[in-house]
Structure formats: structure tokens, C-alpha cells
């Protein structure tokens, strides 16, 4: 028989209940309309206490909104901090609109209106005096605005909102009280009326129920029975098989046990899963908080039984957040996960706890070493900085006497050791240099600059630096810069210089035969920026692929024989890298083995505002170019340089090559009109070609050049005689090759780099008397060595030990310059220079500082002149860098202070006498010097121009100064000059503005110079 659902057997029963019912209904309906009436007064109570509650909430939000706003605007006014003055707009903005709905809310009570009206106007009159305070803060009053905080008028204001603020809550608890009492009464009442009714129908329905419950009573003992052994021991008694409602009952009742049975079996499955979990797990009433299981997890975690968790208050658990309390008062860490369920009708929290203390002792572990390593890394940097300085301090002896040593007659043998001596200082010096930078990388103290430069510039300069040497060892060198890239970009050029110099320096060093070459050409543009692919190339003794993987590392070279062969410290590669992601860019390199190497990377650069391309379009004759070359690097160079000028041009690698090309060329009518001859074609040489071609009638016009990678004066003098027009020496510049293809000009080797270096004469002759230098030195060798040196340049010297002799030395006698060692014992450099310059601002007298250390960090530099030092020597001090340090102080006029300093008169913007006591009569060597210099200058004077630091104006004016001097820029050179000696001084403002618009004056007059002599060349 099927079993009924039990809804329907129950509302079978109910029907019959209802009819017995019937007799007590009209007590029911009096019960249930005192019952509709205590159920409104709950609502009433209900209201007015959610109305309280919102009341007293706004309250609360407006003492919080009044207290943030007085909080901020107090520390603002005391640190000035521009987030608690953020702060204190948010908190003033939101507290109007707070206290303009508080009338509203108690608009049922007038004497709560006039409260809050009166809160208001207080409120906003504590508002207005806090604003007050901010704006004489903003107006720089901090003295006033803090008056105002304290001032009695305002304590008044401030105990007036708070009580205003109290006064209204009380009153709202009050009227809440009276509201509650009030229901009180009224349920009370209602409550015991509802109760005389109910009992009254409840007796009723007994009464007749009597009679249908006795018949009922024995089937539902029967049934009770049933359930009582079911509940006992699981086991069922037959079942009734009457018909009727209770025999339906009985029957899903049986249903309902065989459910259960199936369900406490799961629930005994999980029962025993969640015992055996690894994490905690506690099932706690949501009523009062009190755990109702705790699995085996839990016990062990926590140290207590599960019959003591029973009953236990889950926060009895809880010392903080995270921290639970172990049963012998230990801590514990942990992490609590936690799902709401209801069971059996009743809400429930099932809270699953971890241990997560290894984690923890992990992550502080962690914490540590990271520390460590933090600490580890500044005390490596200090001890590269102070290995640094005291390596220097015994190169400077060194180099130095090996310099002096040169100078004297020595022997054949003696001038070689002595060489030797001197280069391997210089390698060592080298050495150290690399370490500091790449100490400052790994400090993460490398900045990166963003000035305006011309690339050609760049790379042509690190050409030039690596000619001589390549020359001496035989190889080409040769530089190409796509036409097409703009003149003028904007990045860090120093840093790029130094990249190519480290690159093409490798090169260069690792190449025996061959040649090198350097390229930039552009890898993809947009209107704004620019990337560029530099690219490196050799054909020396190359790099396997296992050597490639741990190339950048540092300390790292191919292998051990390559640092016992050619030296270096590993670190050149790892700087570059460094250094070329510092400016966003990445490098790779392709090798092998006896095939050369590669070496490029790709930097991306912003475009000036003022683009110009490099490409030269103007007209000029349409001329046919021959290329003779063996090196296919340097025909591809040289090609695509014509190629971009629009000249027609052809390649031959070799002599016979060469010959035939221009011989069918002059049958054919199109002759070539120029031939650019390499000197060594294998077995032939540039000399042979020339030869043939001068043979016939047909290719005896044709205007050769030769291209060498020999920079000698037999050379050139043998080209000429023999009937070259004229030669270029590798590097070739792009201007050189332009303005040779043009006939503009012809190079020698005189013309075509910077003057030769002067032989040593085995002895320099003593000067004449130029001075009286004070040398505050502590080490007795460096004594010795500035002593020998100033003698040699004519310098009277006197030795002092440490500072506090400097400055009694310098009060009692007068001194031309002082040489100001940093580092000594009793009063260093710094402090003695201080106390130096306080004495002169009393007297009025200035004698030029100069520090000679041995640190050579950037910020040593700054310090020395933040001191008052006037300029910076790094150890080890050559004799030449001492020589032109001396005469920029010492042949310079240096007036204590000018009243006011007048526009240099009768000084050139660009003095060509001194560029042709430099370079020569080259105009395209002086053009490339001053294009080169421009944008640096630029530069300089342009933070010159925007710095509000005093100390960093003077350093900026010195720099200027000097570089301005060095290429013939008298002008500019003059104005920085008297800015920088005002600056030193404390010049007038007025006198200050006057010169710091001269030296931009004479800044864009020396650019629109430099600017039509590149148009003009």
C-alpha cells in the first residue's frame, strides 16, 4: 500500500480539529483581535526604536565627522602635511550635509528641532574657525592659525558643539525610555486580556476534545511506542494497517525512520572524516556562542577534551586577531574560516582553524634574511666606496711618481720600466672604476640623465677614442650612423658613450686582424620616440656557446685564459647590461669561435621638438663613386652612406676587381668620378690600383681617395705624391666622407684626428715662480709627490698634516690656492674648509679651495662643494690634470665680490683662435667639437636656469664655465665665471637676476652660432 504524504495525513487531521473547534470560536476572535492589538504596539515599539536608533546613529556620524575634521586640521596645522589638509575638506564637506537632515528626523518634538538648529549654527561656527586655521597655514601663519586652536572663543565653541552634541542624545533617550514605558503598560494590559481569552478557549476545546482524544489516545500510544523503540535501538514495530488518518500517520512514520536511518549513517561517515581532518573544526550556536562539537583536530590543537569544548564560549578562544589561547595558556596562531548553516532549525557556525605558526616562523625567517641581505649590500657598498679610497690613496703615489719619474733622464731600459709601471696604474685605476660603478648599480644609485644630443657625435667620439689603438694593432675601425635619424634626440648620453666605449674597447682588444665597426641605425619610430639598434661588430677570436650563457655575469670573462691573455675584471659587459636596461633597452650577442663577435642593442630615445633629419638633400653633382675594399663591413658602411646621399656607387674587393669595373665603366660612357681606395687589398695595396688607373687615358680622371687604417704622416705624404687627391683615416666621420665625395675638402692625417702626442724629452724644465700653494695632505708619500709635482709646474709649496693646521696656516700667512685633502686626522677637509670660509666672511678675502681625495663617487664631489670648496681633483692626481686645474684658478681674476657685474665687453661668443690651438684649421673637426658640446651646454644652463639650490647653481655655473672655456666659448664662459663668483659671494638678488640672464644671453647666442655654421658647412 503506497505510504501518503504526511502533508496530506496532517491536513486530514486538521480538518477535524477545526471541527472541534467550532463551539470556542468566538472566544478565538476576541483572543485574536487583542492579539492584532499587541502585535501593533510591537510595531509601534519597533518604529520608535529603529527612529531612536537612527537618530542617535546620525549623532554618532556627525561627532565623528566633527572630531576628523578638528584632528586633521590640528595636524595639519602643526606638520603641514598636504594629506591631513585632504583630510579635513573631506570631514568639513561631509558635516553640513549630515546636520542639514538631523531637523527632520526629530521633527516630531520641538524642543529636539531647536536643539538641533542650535547645533547646526554651532557646528558651522567650528567649521569656519578650523578653515581659518587651514587657510593661515596655506598663507604661511602657522603661528597664527595655532593661536587660534588655543585661543578662548574657540575652546568655548568646541565645549558648546560637544555639549550640544550630549544634550541631544540624552534627550533622545529620554523620550526613547518614556516611548518603551509607555508600550510597556499597554502590552502588559493587552497581554493579560489576550491570556483570560485564550485559556478560556483553550478549556473550551479540551472539553471537546475529551471525547475525540480518548479515542484517539490508544492508537497514539501505540504510535508513541513505535517511536520510542525506534529512537532507542533503531528497531521499528509492525505497523498499524488501519485506514483511517492515524494509520496514515503510522505509515509515514515508518518512511520518516527509514530516512532517518539512511541519514544517520552518512552523517556517521562525515562524523568520522571531519574527526580525522587535519584543520580544527568547531560547530558553535549562533544564539549564545557556546561550541556544541569540536572534532579530534581541535583537541589536539588546542589541549582541551572534547567534553570540556562542550558548552565552552567560542571567544573564550580568542586573544586577538589570529591568536587563540592554548589550555596551558600558550599562544596560539591561526586562521579561522567560517560558513553559516542551519541545523535542525537552529543557526549554527561551523569555524574550520589552522595552525599557521611554521608558516609564520617561515615568513619572519624570510623577513630576516631579507633584512640581512638589505644590510649586507649597504655594507658592501660602503666597503667597495672605502676600498676605493684607500686603493687610490697609494695609486696616487704611484702614478704619480711614475709620471714625475718620466720627466727625468732615464735610460733606454729605465723608460720601459718606468712605462710599464705607469700603464698598469692606469689599468689598475681602471680596475677600480669598474667596481664603483658597478657598486652604484647594485645600490641602485645610478640615475639616469634625459638631455638633448646628437648621436652621430657619440658614437664618432668613441671612434676616435679607440682609433690610435687600433691603429697600432693593425685593424680597421669604421662607424656608421643612419642619415636618416634626427640630429638631435633626448636621452643619457654619457651612459651610452660608455656602453659603446666598453663594447667597441672589447672589440677592438679581442681583434687581431680584420677590423671592427660600429653601427646605429634605426630599428622603428613614432612622433614621439624613437628606438635605435646599435650594433658592435669584430672579426676577432669570437666566443663559443657555452662561454655566451655567463657572459654578462660579473666577474665573468670567456674563460680563465682570456683574463690571464688580455686582463680586465669581467664587470665591462655586466655594467653595459646594467646600464642599457637602466635606459630601457635590452643586448644580445651572436659569436662563435675564430668567426668574430656581435654585439647589439636596442635603446629607446625621445624626439626633440625641433626634429631635423640628418640626411643631407641639398644638390650636388651627380657623381659615380668606386669603392675598393676587401673588408665587406666597410664597403656595406661607406655604400650606404652614398646610397642615403643619393650617389650612384659600386664595390670591388679587390685591385684586379677594382680595374675592371672602372675600365668597363669608361667604355660604356658612365665613368666613375671618384674611387675611394683602400690601402691593403690582400696582396695588392691602394698604391697599385692608383697606379692603373693613372695608366690609361680612360680612368685617369677619375679623383682618388685613399681610405687607411694608418694614421701616419708617411702615409698621407706617399697618397699625396703618388697622386691621391687626398685620404681619409678609419674611423671615417660622416662629414669627412661627405665633404670629401663633394671636394669640399681633403683630409690628412693631421687633419683627420687630434694632434699627435708629444714625445717626452726625458725632462720638463721648472716654470717660473706662479704661485704659493697651502697642501693640507696626512699621507707622507702624497706629501712628497705634491711637493715634487707643483715644483715641476712652478709652484711654491708648503706641507701641512691635517685640517686644524690648514686653517691656523691659512689665518697667519696668505696663500695663492689651498689643495685640501678630505680624509685626516684631528679636523678633516670638510670642516676645515667650513671653518676657512666662516673666517673669510668676516674679513672679506676668499682663497680658492680645491679637494683632493681619493673617494670618486658623484655625491663626494657635491659634498666637497656643498663644503665650499671651489673644485674637486680625484686621486690618483696626474701632473697634467694638476697643471690645469692650477691655471683655471690661478690665471683667473677672482674679485672678493662685484657690486654688479656688467655685461662682458669685447669677448667673442666663439673665440677660433683657441679651437685652432686645439684642433687645427679643420673647420669639420671644429664643427664636430662644438655640435658635440652644444647640447651639453644646453643642458647646463638649462638647470642652471631652473634650480632654486644654491649649492647646485654654483657647482652648475663652475661646470659651464669650464666647458664653455674649453671650446672657445668665451662669452658664456665669462658670464658663469661672475655668476658663480656672486653666487660664492651672496650677491644682491637684483645682481643675482642680472647674471643669470647673461649667462642665458650668451647661451643662445653661442647656439645660433653653432646653428648657421652647421648650415654654412
Known sequence: MPVPPLRRVLGRLRVKIYLLSAVPFIVLIASLFFLVRLSRETETAAHWSAHSDTVLARLGTIRELEFRAESAAARFVLAGNPGDRAAFIRASSALPVALATLPALVSDNSSQVTLARSLIALTKERTRILQSAVNDVLAGKRTTAINLFVAPRTVANASAVRRGLSAFASTENTLRTERFQQLDRTTSML??????????????????????????????????????????????????????????????????AHTITQRESALALYKILAQHAPSAFFFVRRSDDSIVEANSAACNLYGFSSEQFIGMHWHDLILGNGIHAHSDGKRLYVDVVSAEADINGEAMILYVVTDIRERLENEAALQAALSQAVEASRL???????????????????????????????TPEQRSFVEVLNSSGSALLSVINDILDFSKIEAGRIEIESIRFDILSVVESVAALLARTAQEKGISLMTYV????????????????????????????????GGVSILAETRSATAERIQVTFTVRDTGIGISEEHRKRLFQPFTQADSTTTRKYGGTGLGLAISRRLIELMGGSIDVRSAPGEGTTFFFQLPFRLSKTIEARSDDADHPKMRVLIVDDDPTARDILSRYLKSWRFDSDEAESAAEADRMAVEAAETGNPFDIALIDLRLGEDDGFDVLAKFQSRSSTKTIRSVMITAFDSASVGKNAIESGFVGYLVKPIKQSQLFDCINGTAVYTAAESHAAPLQPRNGKLERQEHRGHILVAEDNAINQRLA???????????????????????????HFDLILMDCQMPEMDGFEATRAIRR??????????????????LAEDRAACIAAGMDDYISKPVLIETLRATLEEWLHTSHPTVPKSAAPPKNVPVLNRERLIDLLGSDEAEMNDLLSMAAPTIHSLCQRLLDTNDETLAKELAHEIKGTAANIGADE????ANNLERSLKSGSLPENLTREYGLVRDAERRFADLIAVRKQSS
Not at 673666517?839 to 670618486?856: F, K, P, Q, Y
Not at 658664456?972 to 658670464?975: P, V
Open 191 to 256: 497581554s493579560k486580556t489576550m491570556a483570560f481569552f485564550t485559556f478560556l478557549g483553550v478549556g473550551l476545546v479540551v472539553l471537546f476534545s475529551f471525547a475525540f482524544g480518548l479515542r484517539l489516545i490508544r492508537r497514539l500510544e501505540r504510535l508513541q511506542r513505535r517511536a520510542k523503540t525506534f529512537a532507542r535501538n533503531g528497531t521499528l514495530l509492525p505497523e498499524s494497517l488501519d485506514l483511517d488518518e492515524l494509520g496514515d500517520l503510522d505509515r509515514t512514520f515508518t518512511a520518516m
Open 380 to 410: 658592501k657598498s660602503e666597503f667597495v666606496a672605502t676600498m676605493s679610497h684607500e686603493l687610490r690613496t697609494p695609486m696616487n703615489a704611484v702614478m704619480g711618481m711614475a709620471e714625475l719619474l718620466l720627466d727625468t733622464p732615464l
Open 482 to 513: 643612419d642619415p636618416s635619424l634626427p640630429t638631435e634626440l633626448i636621452g643619457d648620453p654619457t651612459r651610452l658613450r660608455q656602453v659603446l666605449l666598453n663594447l667597441a674597447g672589447n672589440a677592438v682588444k679581442f681583434t687581431h686582424f
Open 787 to 813: 711637493l715634487q709635482q707643483l715644483s715641476r709646474l712652478g709652484y711654491d709649496a708648503t706641507i701641512v698634516e691635517n685640517g686644524r693646521e690648514a686653517v691656523d696656516r691659512s689665518a697667519a700667512q
Open 839 to 856: 673666517r673669510e666672511s668676516r674679513s672679506g678675502d676668499r682663497t680658492v679651495i680645491v679637494a683632493m681625495t681619493a673617494n670618486a
Open 972 to 975: 658664456l664662459s665669462e658670464a
